[in-house]
């Protein structure tokens, strides 16, 4: 299997369908892309994306409720959904002798939902339940609060979860409505990956969507508002483990500098050979997790790195220690080990993705729906081997702005003498101790 | 319906010290995967003791005789590879992830952890404190309390599927513990090792031959099979944890069930194999709209402050 051999077909109708041919098992993954998300929602609606997402599964002309599942997991496969900020996703895995199955189930549930009142009612309470799900952990609930400090007002700033007074009432005539908007073949992108032939996947494509009607209206997108800035924010939390965000806007999924800074969280992030993981966590013994992660989304982002630390650690020492490692960067650059090092592992972390179809198709609808073109999954290595030192530096210089920089501190609510004696007694036993490779310490 | 598929071919030998090899050539990409299952879990943890086997699984990468902890990570990750450890309840895998072309010298770093784990203080220190602060912040996840109260009401505390790991129970581990629970267990007589990646039969063969050779440990503890649970018709127990920081109430309810024994399924799969449990509804709840509990059985409820999620 080549990358190169991805195939793609336009519709008349916009329906774009991209297949790539995968042997070795009999199996077909087939994923539906709508290029509609929470950004998309208005105030009032905040979540109807996703509540969407559940009465897909809940009644078609052809597909009574729960059938969808019920079908592919009776010849042995899987369906799943998604929603996101920029877009919602349906997944499917079955032997490929079932693709027309799944094809046609798509097609039925793509204009033909019936929207049943008790269901929907149903699915509501179902919802509500997912959201509080979420709400219970404490650090996700600050986390979407340090959101707002990102994007203001934006849709960005509400988990695809949305709004809890907004789900709790939103009308099943108004689902309706964004369902008819953004659901269509115009606003959607098929993949599929698997034991069959590209011909076979177009023509089942043509055959199922090929006859429905473009109908999206384009969307006014929202403008991110928000002022440029630093923030502090501190929140006390029922969790035992003082947690420190250090976060910073980041470039949209797509931007030039989106590869620069993967790279750098894996320099600064990524494993126990990672910057914070040396420093902050074994050399220092200042956290006892550290790690990082870009939330990079369609028309912007957030660059972020966090530490979970002992109570007996002021939050201002670790944030002093993960400002220093950025700093270092911004400075100094990377190494040239820890180039290869990154280099080496996204190649290894691509080789493992290729062995599952599920995975290509999921990378490839992202690209395509979420980055603008699905090439830039299959470039991105090129871009990787070919990127200089020196672009990074300028890269985190322009990213990691100390005048923007985002910091959030959960301080438990209770304290815990427990961790604190522990925490201590590590500090004091087992940091800055030189290690030999023979007779311990 | 049905399959042409015809699963790939395998090579399953013994290595002279008693370890058994399954190989499976897999040309689709160039990845190479080393999975070693050992006889022990969660329920080898003595009482009092919980957390014991994932603590000397942890502490295995942390350094050995001839390797530093930093060396080890280095190593790995320059290469792209990745360790990983899934520690069950009567079985564990242990395994590295990696190139084909690092294959050759990946192998001996990982053989070389399982052979001379060199459990230094610090490194046991700071693996300890990283559970304990795991720990705390699981108990912010009321469906894993109510679980975890679920199975110590099922199978009571004299039963290892009712003892979780805690605090306590991880600050009364020693190093003198793990060092005698790795002697015990960390052998290849009763361990299995799966590998597959792009490579040829005979080529993978001499590799893994090579490598797992020189590991021969004469004893080596069996998995603690735990008994079935017991089970009461007609009698019902209703645990209450009071957790007042939450909005919302988790329900895990069930019942003992049947547990795996077919052999063969061991061999492969790792499943448990004491009588387990079956979680027949499992659900949430807002706080508010839960109603009254009215047992019709025996009652045993639970009010914590803070929780105690593990008790």
Redesign the interface.
């Known amino acids: 299997m080549l990358l190169a051999d991805i195939a793609e077909k336009i519709y008349p109708n916009g329906l774009k369908a991209i297949a790539l041919k995968k042997t070795g098992t009999p199996v077909v993954s087939v994923q539906v892309w709508y290029k509609t998300g929470s950004f998309f929602e208005e105030r009032g609606a905040r979540g109807i994306s996703h509540f969407l997402e559940h009465m897909m599964f809940r009644g078609s002309r052809q597909v009574p409720p729960e059938e969808h599942a019920r079908r592919i997991n009776d010849v042995g496969g899987h369906s799943n959904a998604f929603t996101a900020e920029d877009v919602t996703a349906f997944t499917n895995s079955v032997p490929c002798d079932f693709l027309d199955m799944v094809l046609s189930m798509e097609a039925d549930r793509m204009d033909g939902l019936t929207f049943d009142p008790k269901l929907f009612e149903i699915e509501r309470k179902v919802i509500i339940e997912e959201y509080h799900t979420y709400m219970n952990n404490p650090v996700a609930k600050a986390f979407l609060e340090f959101r707002t400090g990102f994007y203001g007002d934006h849709p960005y700033a509400i988990s695809p979860l949305g709004r809890i007074e907004d789900v709790a009432s939103v009308s099943s005539g108004r689902c309706r409505e964004y369902y008819q908007r953004f659901y269509t073949p115009d606003n959607a992108v098929i993949v599929v990956v698997g034991d069959v032939d590209e011909a076979a996947v177009f023509d089942a494509a043509g055959r199922h969507f090929g006859e429905k009607t473009a109908r999206t209206r384009k969307a006014e997108y929202p403008a991110i508002n928000r002022r440029k800035g630093a923030d502090r924010m501190k929140r006390k939390v029922e969790f035992d483990v003082p947690v420190l965000v250090v976060g910073y806007p980041a470039p949209p999924s797509s931007h030039e500098d989106a590869v620069a800074l993967e790279i750098l969280q894996l320099v600064v992030a990524g494993g126990e050979t990672s910057r914070l993981h040396r420093e902050v966590v074994r050399r220092r013994s200042l956290a006892v997790m550290a790690g990082g992660m870009n939330h990079l989304l369609k028309n912007a982002g957030m660059s972020m790195f966090f530490a979970a630390f002992t109570p007996d650690v002021g939050a201002g020492r670790v944030e002093q220690a993960i400002n220093n490692e950025l700093q270092r960067i911004k400075n100094d650059g990377i190494t040239k080990e820890e180039m290869e090092k990154v280099k080496n592992t996204t190649l290894t972390n691509r080789i493992f993705e290729l062995y599952s179809a599920d995975n290509i198709c999921q990378r490839i609808g992202y690209s395509e729906t979420v980055e603008g073109d699905y090439r830039l999954w299959v470039d991105r290595l090129e871009a990787l081997r070919n990127l200089d030192r020196g672009r990074l530096v300028e890269a985190a210089r322009r990213w990691w702005d100390d005048a923007d920089k985002h910091v959030l501190f959960l301080e438990p609510r209770r304290s815990n003498s427990m961790l604190f004696i522990a925490g201590l007694a590590r500090r004091i036993f087992g940091a800055g101790r030189k290690k030999t490779a023979k007779g311990g310490t | 319906?049905k399959?042409?598929?015809v699963f790939p071919p395998m090579d399953e030998f013994e290595i002279a010290g008693g370890l058994k090899v399954i190989c499976m050539p897999d040309h689709?990409?160039?990845?190479c995967v080393v999975a070693l299952q050992l006889p022990m879990g969660r329920f080898s943890d003595p009482p009092g003791r919980e957390g014991l086997c994932e603590i000397t699984c942890g502490l295995l990468s942390k350094?050995s005789?001839?390797?530093?902890?930093?060396?080890f990570?280095?190593k790995l990750?320059?290469?792209?590879?990745?360790l990983f450890s899934d520690v069950g309840e009567e079985y564990c895998v242990l395994g590295i992830?990696?190139?084909a072309s690092s294959a050759r010298s990946l192998m001996p770093l990982f053989v070389e952890m399982l052979y001379r784990p060199?459990f230094?203080?610090?490194e046991f220190?700071?693996l300890?404190?990283?559970m304990?602060?795991g720990l705390?912040?699981e108990?912010?996840?009321?469906?894993l309390v109510a679980l975890r109260h679920f199975y110590s009401a099922l199978a009571g505390k004299e039963h290892p599927a009712g003892r979780f790991s805690s605090?306590q129970s991880l600050?009364a581990v020693s190093i003198a513990d793990v060092k005698g629970f790795f002697s015990d267990y960390f052998s290849p007589v009763n361990a299995l090792c799966v590998v597959a990646g792009d490579f040829d039969r005979e080529p993978l063969r001499q590799l893994v031959t090579a490598q797992f050779s020189q590991w021969v440990h004469t004893k080596g503890k069996t998995a603690v099979i735990a008994p079935p649970l017991q089970r009461h018709p007609g009698q019902a127990t209703v645990r209450i944890v009071n957790k007042p920081?939450?909005?919302?109430t988790s329900l895990a309810i069930g019942h003992a069930s049947p547990g795996e024994k077919c052999p063969e399924k061991t061999r492969c799969f790792s499943p448990t194999i004491f009588s387990g449990a079956e979680i027949s509804r499992r659900?949430?709840?807002?706080a508010s709209a839960l109603p009254a509990a009215k047992p019709t059985a025996s009652v045993r409820s639970c009010s914590l402050r803070?929780i105690s999620a593990h008790s």
């Not at chain 2, 005789?65 to 060396?71: L, M, N, Y």
């Not at chain 2, 920081?245 to 919302?248: C, E, L």
């Not at chain 2, 659900?283 to 807002?286: A, D, E, I, R, V």
């Open positions: 319906m399959f042409n598929y689709e990409q160039s990845g350094g005789e001839g390797v530093t902890a930093d060396e990570a280095e990750e320059n290469a792209g590879a990745t992830r990696m190139l060199q230094a203080k610090e220190a700071r300890k404190q990283e304990i602060t705390e912040a108990r912010t996840d009321t469906s605090v600050k920081d939450v909005t919302q659900g949430s709840w807002p803070p």
